[in-house]
């Protein structure tokens, strides 16, 4: 076993503490009232500080609620950290392609923790699609 500097062992219990926050939908960070301008849940989500990072960064990810009538057109809208104005300029889309999203970075995240610990997976050797030449 290798000794582990107390940094180490922080970073890994962090890490640890992440991966077990993943593991059940979160609860919204807000709920906005009907006097906010966007009424609905948001939920916030502030990536772990990187090694070389300075700053923490926090993605808002919102839903609106609607009429249930014509103007309802289930969307999701992000707000990234690299957003023009974070937490005030948002990107909308679909929720079918929130979740396809969603799914991908789960499968890259996924990717990453195994290549990180050194593990081949047969998956990680086929994509759907044909590589472009």
């Given at each position: 076993?290798t000794?582990?500097?107390l940094?180490?062992?922080?970073?890994?219990?962090?890490r640890l503490?992440t991966?077990?926050g993943?593991?059940?939908r979160?609860?919204p960070?807000r709920?906005?009232g009907p006097?906010?301008?966007?009424p609905?849940?948001?939920w916030?989500v502030?990536?772990?500080?990187t090694p070389y990072?300075?700053r923490t960064?926090?993605?808002?990810?919102?839903t609106?609620?609607e009429?249930k009538?014509e103007?309802?057109?289930?969307?999701?809208?992000?707000?990234?950290p690299?957003?023009m104005?974070p937490?005030l300029?948002?990107?909308s889309?679909?929720?079918?392609?929130?979740?396809?999203?969603?799914?991908?970075?789960?499968a890259a995240?996924?990717r990453?923790?195994?290549a990180?610990?050194g593990?081949?997976?047969?998956?990680?050797?086929?994509?759907?699609e044909e590589?472009?030449?």
């Amino acid at each position: 076993m290798t000794d582990l500097t107390l940094t180490a062992m922080r970073q890994e219990l962090e890490r640890l503490v992440t991966l077990a926050g993943t593991a059940e939908r979160p609860k919204p960070t807000r709920i906005n009232g009907p006097d906010h301008a966007m009424p609905g849940h948001e939920w916030d989500v502030t990536e772990q500080l990187t090694p070389y990072g300075i700053r923490t960064r926090t993605w808002i990810v919102r839903t609106a609620d609607e009429d249930k009538g014509e103007t309802a057109d289930g969307l999701v809208y992000v707000s990234t950290p690299d957003s023009m104005y974070p937490g005030l300029d948002f990107a909308s889309m679909y929720s079918t392609d929130a979740r396809r999203i969603a799914m991908a970075l789960l499968a890259a995240a996924d990717r990453a923790d195994h290549a990180a610990a050194g593990i081949q997976r047969l998956e990680d050797h086929r994509a759907t699609e044909e590589p472009t030449r």
